[in-house]
């Protein structure tokens, strides 16, 4: 099956730092992808929806300049957490439709843990 | 707006049982219905998919769910339950997951008791 991919799978940073996270699609194209945070024992929450050459769609209450979204390819999301602060601590999720093929399945990436110190 | 209610955040079975997890959905238009595992610091692994074929779904690990859309439920069972099956268990919704994100409910754990 079709596989998402993500990079850091963890990563510890400094309250006021910027963290990067990538979802790329490994074997095939997508023009869209979501970024979903899971905090603790919660359930996944959608942040944003990321569209290829085009700007983010963000969800209310998730602030765009703190959470900023760049998709870049057909296969490269990128999701930058700016300043971060120890709240923003969280498993972070992306997933992408497969374009082509079975469109009945959304891929999900092994998920991103950010612990912000 | 679409929406999951999983009953119960914890259920405990032991080894051998029966294991069944609860799910309904609001929706308005026909769902596509999911149901994902996700064991401790992983990411989600698809268990089955309801996308308006047969109502009775059957997936890995010896897992299947039944769409009843008059209850507009999609319970998760499995006759027999293993250590192995101790984890977190979400159900989710699309109206189309061509394109439009999924809402996940709150997720349920299961233990299994030896």
């Known amino acids: 099956g079709a596989v998402v991919s993500q990079h850091p799978s963890r990563v510890i940073c400094k309250s006021g730092t910027s963290v990067k996270i990538e979802c790329r699609s490994l074997?095939?194209?997508?023009?869209?992808m979501f970024w979903y945070r899971q905090f603790p024992k919660q359930s996944l929450m959608l942040m944003a929806t990321?569209?290829?050459?085009?700007?983010?769609?963000?969800e209310q209450g998730v602030e765009k300049d703190k959470f900023l979204i760049n998709h870049a390819s057909l296969t490269l999301s990128t999701l930058t957490v700016t300043s971060a602060h120890p709240e923003d601590s969280s498993f972070y999720i992306c997933?992408?439709?497969?374009?082509?093929?079975?469109?009945?399945?959304?891929?999900f990436g092994p998920g991103t843990r950010l612990l912000v110190l | 707006a679409q929406s999951v209610t999983q009953l119960g955040s914890h259920v405990s079975v032991s080894e051998g049982a029966l294991v069944l997890l609860r799910c309904n959905y609001s929706?308005?238009?026909?769902?596509?219905l999911f149901w994902y595992v996700q064991y401790p610091n992983q990411g989600l692994q698809l268990l089955l998919k309801?996308?308006?074929?047969?109502?009775l779904v059957k997936g890995i690990n010896g897992f299947e769910a039944e769409f009843k859309k008059s209850e507009t439920s999609f319970h998760l069972t499995k006759p027999s339950a293993h250590m192995s099956d101790a984890a977190e268990y979400f159900c989710?919704?699309?109206?189309?997951?061509?394109?439009?994100?999924?809402?996940f409910g709150k997720g349920t754990r299961l233990s299994v008791i030896a």
């Open positions: 309801y996308t308006s074929a047969a109502t």
């Open positions: 990321s569209n290829e050459g085009s700007k983010a769609t963000y």
């Open positions: 997933s992408a439709p497969a374009a082509g093929g079975s469109q009945e399945t959304q891929y």
């Open positions: 074997d095939f194209q997508a023009t869209t």
């Open positions: 989710a919704v699309s109206d189309y997951p061509g394109n439009t994100p999924l809402v």
């Open positions: 929706s308005s238009v026909p769902p596509y």
